[in-house]
C-alpha cells in the first residue's frame, strides 16, 4: 500500500478529499500529510447545505491529528469557499474537523477522553499540548455540551455556595438533584448570580420546578419567591447546612472552653477541633483505637463542648421523622432542650432554624438534600483545589462543567472513531 493511500484510511478521507503527499520528518518526529480534492459533482453550502459554486480555497491550513506510531501528525489543506446565492461566500464543512478547530476530531475527541481521566496539564504533557491548547478544547467542548443540552428545567433543583479559595469569594452552583450534575455556576452568591445560573430558564419553564434544596439565604430564596409560584412550599432548607451551622456552633464553644481549660492547665480540648465534627463513629483510617477511647471520654464528660456536641448530633434525627406532624414534635422538644443549654452559639442557630422552619419541614413532603449531589460536591472540592491554576473563575466554571455537567462533550465529525 503506498503512504497517501495508508493516511487517507488512517484520516478517514473521504471523497473528493485525498492524500496528494506524506512528509515524514525523524529528526522532529512529526509527520505531515497534505490533503487535496478532486473535483465534486457539487459543493455545498455549510449554511443552507444547497448546492454551490466553487468561489476559491482559504489559505493553507493545519490540523493536529492523533499521532501515528509515536509522531506527531498535522494534516494540511486548503479549503473550498463556494458563493451561495443566499449566505454568500462560505468555507464548506469537511469531514475531518469542526470549523475553526485547529484539531481533528479525531484528536479532540481523544484529547476529552484523557483530560476526563486526568486534568488540564496531565492531558497536556500526555499530549504534548500547551495549557492554552489543552484548555480550549475543554472550553470547545463545553460550549459544545451547553448548546446541545436541552433546555427543560429539572425538577429537583439545589443551589449552593461554595467558598472559592480563602478570602470571601464565592461561588453560586446550580444543580440537577434529579440527575446529579451542574446546571451552570457563577461568581458571587448573590441575586445577580443565581439569577445568571437560571438564565436558560423562562419564567413558564421554571414552573415545573417541584423543589428546591437551599442553604438558609436570604437573596436565593427571595430568587425563587419571585420567579416561581408557591415557592415557599417547594423550598427545602437544607439539612447539611443546618448541620455545618451546628458544627460551626459546637467549635465556637469549644474553643472558648478551651481558652478556660488551659489557664487551669488542663488541655484536653486541645486538637479536638474534627473529633466534635462526626456522630458516633469516627473515620477507621485517621483515628486509632486510643483517639477512639480518648473521644469517648471527652464526650461522657460534663464539659460544655460535649453538650453542644449531643444538641448537634440530636438535631440530626429531626430528618428521620416519619411525618412533617412527627418531625415538627420532636423540634419543639429539641429546640426546648437548645434555649435552656445556655450554650449561646447553639441557641443562635437553634433561633435561626426557627425562624426558618417552615422550610425546615417542607423536607418532609419532598425529601431531598444536596446530598444527592455529594459525587459532584467530592469533585468540585478537588477542582478547588486547584483553583489557583485557574486564573480566573471563567476558568474554573469550564472545568466543573466539563466535569460534572453531564454534557455531551464530542466533536461532531463523519469520521468514525477508533
Ligand atoms: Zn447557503
Known amino acids: 500500500m503506498r503512504d497517501t493511500d495508508l493516511y487517507r484510511q488512517l484520516l478517514g478521507l473521504e471523497k473528493p478529499w485525498t492524500v496528494d503527499r506524506v512528509e515524514l520528518d525523524v529528526k522532529k518526529q512529526r509527520v505531515d500529510v497534505w490533503a487535496k480534492h478532486d473535483k465534486p459533482k457539487s459543493w455545498t453550502c455549510p449554511t443552507c447545505e444547497k448546492s454551490a459554486g466553487l468561489h476559491d480555497h482559504d489559505e493553507e491550513r493545519a490540523w493536529r491529528h492523533l499521532d ?26 469537511v469531514s475531518w474537523a469542526e470549523t475553526k478547530a485547529r484539531f ?7 484529547a476529552i477522553d484523557v483530560m476526563l481521566e486526568t486534568s488540564i496539564s496531565g492531558a ?21 455540551g451547553l448548546m446541545r443540552r436541552p433546555n427543560t428545567v ?33 461568581e458571587g452568591r448573590s441575586k445577580d448570580s443565581l439569577m445568571h445560573c437560571l438564565g436558560k430558564f423562562s ?12 442553604d438558609m439565604w436570604e437573596p436565593y430564596a427571595l430568587v425563587f419567591r419571585a420567579l416561581i409560584e408557591n415557592a415557599d412550599e417547594k423550598i427545602v432548607f437544607e439539612r447539611f447546612h443546618i448541620v455545618a451551622h451546628m458544627n460551626a456552633a459546637v467549635d465556637q464553644v469549644r474553643r472558648r472552653e478551651n481558652k478556660e481549660l488551659r489557664l487551669d492547665g488542663d488541655d484536653r480540648l486541645v486538637g479536638s477541633k474534627h473529633l466534635w465534627l462526626y456522630g458516633g463513629g469516627l473515620p477507621a483510617d485517621r483515628y486509632d483505637l486510643s483517639a477512639r477511647v480518648a473521644f469517648v471520654e471527652l464526650r461522657e464528660s460534663n464539659l460544655r463542648t460535649s453538650r453542644a456536641w449531643a444538641l448537634k448530633e ?5 430528618w428521620s421523622q416519619r411525618s412533617r406532624a412527627a418531625g415538627e414534635r420532636w423540634w419543639q422538644r429539641w429546640y426546648s432542650w437548645a434555649v435552656r443549654s445556655q450554650l449561646a452559639p447553639i441557641k443562635k442557630v437553634a433561633a435561626m432554624v426557627k425562624r426558618h422552619l417552615p422550610n425546615v419541614l417542607t423536607y418532609f413532603k419532598h425529601r431531598i438534600t444536596n446530598a444527592g449531589s455529594e459525587a459532584i460536591n467530592s469533585v468540585v472540592q478537588m477542582l478547588k483545589k486547584r483553583a489557583f491554576g485557574y486564573r480566573n473563575f471563567e476558568n474554573f466554571r469550564t472545568v466543573v462543567l466539563f466535569r460534572c455537567g453531564r454534557l455531551d462533550l464530542y466533536p461532531t ?5 477508533g
Request: proline share 3%; charged share 25%; glycine share 6%.
Open 413 to 417: 465529525s463523519h469520521l468514525k472513531a
Open 124 to 144: 497536556g504533557s500526555i499530549l504534548k499540548l500547551s495549557w492554552d491548547e489543552a484548555h480550549h478544547i475543554m472550553e470547545r467542548a463545553v460550549a459544545r
Open 154 to 186: 429539572p425538577k429537583q433543583l439545589g443551589v449552593d455556595e461554595k467558598s472559592l479559595a480563602k478570602g470571601q469569594r464565592y461561588a453560586t452552583m446550580l444543580c440537577d438533584l434529579e440527575h446529579g450534575h451542574v446546571i451552570d455556576l457563577a
Open 104 to 110: 481533528t476530531a479525531l484528536f479532540e475527541r481523544f
Open 314 to 318: 440530636s438535631l440530626r434525627a429531626l
Open 68 to 93: 501515528s506510531c509515536g509522531f506527531q501528525t498535522f494534516l494540511h489543506a486548503r479549503i473550498p469557499r463556494v458563493h451561495c446565492p443566499e449566505h454568500g461566500v462560505r468555507q464548506v464543512r
Open 203 to 214: 419564567f413558564n419553564d421554571l414552573a415545573d420546578v417541584e423543589s428546591i434544596a437551599m
